[in-house]
């Protein structure tokens, strides 16, 4: 625990303007992001008396081992650095929202030539029109059901598309009238975008004005006895009529607002938004926090606003924001808001009618959310903790192992050897952790190699990082590690969309030359590319408690050797046979063996299997990526687009395989020379066909004459 004397600023080193700061700790991590309107003013209170402190305060300044601030000239710009620096560094010590589930959006793609109306979750794109978020996906598509009769938009994919486009046959909603089917050319690209942004108007809650001039026109139609007509009309207003109310009407003026409300204890806090457009909520979301830090109702609120709007633009921040108090800096909050809306934005906390009452309801979601995310938690903890307790007993550990780390190693028989690492934090997945390796320093089937391989990387990097930082002592050589035969120190592969991630290695970034160590360095260098002091969570900055590997005995082994051979002795090694579902200890010849009905024994298995799990995914993708590969892959200059180029002209590979260069140079921006170069890459895929006279395009027979195909 650390001295916050020790690291405090002399005095007058602190500017008395606004700005943003950091405390890191001994690791060079960044555990907190603040800002203030006076840094002098605002930092001078974390270095009181400890016994003055929150507890939380008090934590965290303990932790830290150095603070230091960037002076802005507005406090709306603080606020928008604290913004970014919480989003990049991810402090443990900041409050940070995160969302239960992802919540489904309703959304028209206006940034393609055909618009599509889709339900999209995740990350928002440029140029779509999202309406949401909802509840559950099945309310998006039974609204869009009801509208298709009087919008009809695309909704199908891509692919679904393109194939009606080019067999000239729509799709069954082209049939029974619930699409206009641009895809056969039913209606030009500018009607449908016409549709398509009618669509948006009546779902941005400019309804009344489209329902009226539906009804004119039913009007007219009976009046000239088109009576099919009319009942067509008749039939397409009641369907937008019971869209409509499933939307009941909240606020009468026809507001945009989102509300927000917060319910809180001394521990947690739960976060509820509605979304307001036209008067009727449109959305609704929620969250639930550790307050990791010391703050108020005022301060969640901002917190809230940061998350909500950091990163939206224009008609997605509305016109007014209400909430249950307002943040320490609520000017500077509004203004930030406009910026980013583009006009102005209120910032309020409602006094009377309609809002009061709304906000009302909105606190009443939010305290039923806190009590039942409450009551879940309870279960979960109390069941986490027994688990790791009794883990903790039977490898004989001093205490609880918080993080646990589980390697796999998979391959198909031999071939595409991969390995997965999973990290368990307090009984829970942090699949933001994950890693995964190409074993590529032997061939073939060796999965005690490979797993020695694999824990030595992952703890190399932690030995480097503790170099990195001055952790490792001084005057203690570094642990070496002859190659094994055949280790060569190519890079390993890392990363999966939504788990981990790769970086290509900068230029120079690995040493040249040096021992053995060196070159399996230049390999763990490739894996774990990173800038020095940024302050972003390491990759294999953490060691955990426990290191769990797929297997029995050899495994367990080659785990422990690893780590003996780095001088690693604090981290403790254990094995999960899937056969009997025993639990190795290093040099022990008998297995540990824990109940069937032991929570510690349910959560190894859960973390074995979803090493397991993540290594068979990866596996299966370098297996399918292989299948997969073409000819085409090994031509010099051939991009993909130009790939799909060649394709979509001969219809398959099959038909390109049998052109000509003349017929390949047809292709829109396909030369000669690329041409050729396809044709002599067909050729050597198939060694067994018949020779291709490049300069020709001719197939050689096999008696010496020749032929065109």
Not at 246 to 259: G, P, Q, R, W
Not at 643 to 655: A, D, N, P, R
Not at 685 to 709: F, K, L, R, W, Y
Request: charged residues 30%; negative net charge.
């Amino acid at each position: 625990m650390a001295d916050p004397s020790s690291y405090r600023p002399k005095p007058g080193q602190i500017p008395d303007s606004p700005g943003v700061y950091r405390f890191r700790d001994d690791h060079r991590r960044v555990i907190y992001v603040g800002k203030a309107k006076s840094l002098r003013q605002r930092l001078a209170n974390y270095f009181q008396d400890l016994a003055g402190l929150h507890p939380r305060t008090r934590t965290m300044v303990t932790t830290a081992a150095s603070v230091e601030w960037t002076v802005v000239s507005t406090e709306v710009e603080a606020l928008q650095l604290e913004y970014s620096w919480i989003k990049e560094y991810d402090p443990r010590f900041n409050v940070k929202y995160r969302d239960d589930k992802s919540y489904p959006f309703l959304a028209v793609t206006l940034n393609e030539e055909f618009p599509r109306v889709q339900v999209m979750r995740g990350a928002k794109k440029k140029g779509v029109r999202y309406f949401g978020p909802y509840g559950h996906a099945w309310a998006i598509r039974e609204t869009v059901d009801l509208m298709l009769r009087v919008f009809p938009v695309r909704t199908c994919s891509a692919g679904v598309f393109k194939n009606a486009e080019r067999t000239g046959r729509p799709c069954l909603l082209g049939y029974i009238g619930k699409c206009s089917a641009p895809c056969v050319g039913r209606v030009t690209p500018e009607e449908h975008r016409e549709l398509a942004e009618e669509f948006c108007d009546f779902m941005a809650g400019r309804t009344g004005t489209y329902i009226r001039r539906l009804e004119q026109r039913m009007t007219d139609a009976a009046e000239e006895m088109e009576y099919e007509k009319a009942a067509r009309l008749r039939d397409d207003i009641g369907a937008l009529r019971r869209a409509m109310e499933k939307n009941a009407v909240v606020l009468a003026d026809a507001t945009d607002a989102d509300l927000i409300a917060v319910a809180e204890d001394e521990l947690e806090a739960a976060v509820q938004i509605f979304h307001v457009r036209g008067g009727r909520v449109r959305g609704q979301r929620g969250w639930v926090t550790d307050k990791v830090e010391a703050v108020e109702t005022a301060g969640l609120v901002e917190h809230a606003l940061q998350q909500l709007y950091g990163e939206e633009r224009g008609d997605a921040v509305p016109k007014e924001v209400l909430v249950p108090a307002l943040p320490e800096d609520a000017e500077a909050v509004g203004q930030w808001l406009s910026e980013r809306r583009g006009s102005h934005v209120s910032l309020r906390i409602p006094q009377r009618g309609d809002k009061k009452d709304l906000m009302a309801t909105v606190g009443r979601n939010a305290q039923q959310s806190l009590v039942l995310h409450k009551t879940k938690r309870a279960s979960d903890l109390t069941t986490r903790s027994r688990a790791l307790e009794e883990i903790a007993e039977a490898l004989g550990l001093d205490s609880a192992p918080l993080r646990i780390e589980c390697f796999d190693i998979s391959h198909l028989q031999g071939d595409d050897v991969v390995a997965s690492m999973v990290v368990f934090e307090d009984g829970l997945a942090r699949k933001g952790e994950y890693r995964r390796f190409q074993i590529k320093t032997f061939e073939g089937q060796d999965d005690v190699r490979s797993m020695h391989e694999v824990i030595g990387r992952r703890f190399r990097r932690y030995l480097q990082e503790k170099e990195r930082t001055g952790e490792w002592p001084e005057g203690q050589d570094r642990p070496e590690e002859p190659l094994e035969p055949g280790e060569s120190g190519e890079p390993g592969e890392l990363g999966e969309p939504g788990e981990s991630s790769a970086e290509p290695a900068e230029p120079g970034e690995s040493p040249a030359g040096g021992g053995p160590l060196d070159r399996l360095e230049q390999l763990d260098r490739l894996e774990q590319p990173g800038r020095e002091d940024d302050g972003r969570p390491k990759r294999f900055a953490y060691p955990p408690q426990l290191v769990v590997v797929d297997g029995g005995q050899p495994q367990v082994a080659a785990a422990k050797r690893a780590l003996d051979e780095l001088g690693i002795d604090d981290v403790a090694v254990c094995g999960l046979a899937k056969r009997l579902e025993e639990v190795w200890v290093p040099d022990e010849s008998d297995p540990v063996v824990l109940p069937r009905s032991s929570e510690g024994l349910y959560l190894l298995q859960r973390v074995r299997d979803e090493a397991h799990r993540f290594a068979i995914t990866y596996q299966r993708a370098k297996r399918a990526k292989r299948v997969r590969s073409s000819p085409l892959d090994d031509v010099p200059g051939l991009g993909e687009s130009r790939k799909q180029s060649l394709i979509k002209h001969f219809g398959s590979v099959k038909k390109l395989r049998q052109a000509t260069i003349d017929q390949i140079c047809e292709v829109p921006g396909v030369g000669r020379k690329t041409a050729e170069s396809v044709v002599v890459a067909f050729a050597k895929a198939a060694p067994a066909a018949p020779a291709v006279n490049t300069a020709t395009g001719e197939i050689m027979e096999d008696n010496g004459g020749s032929t065109h195909d």
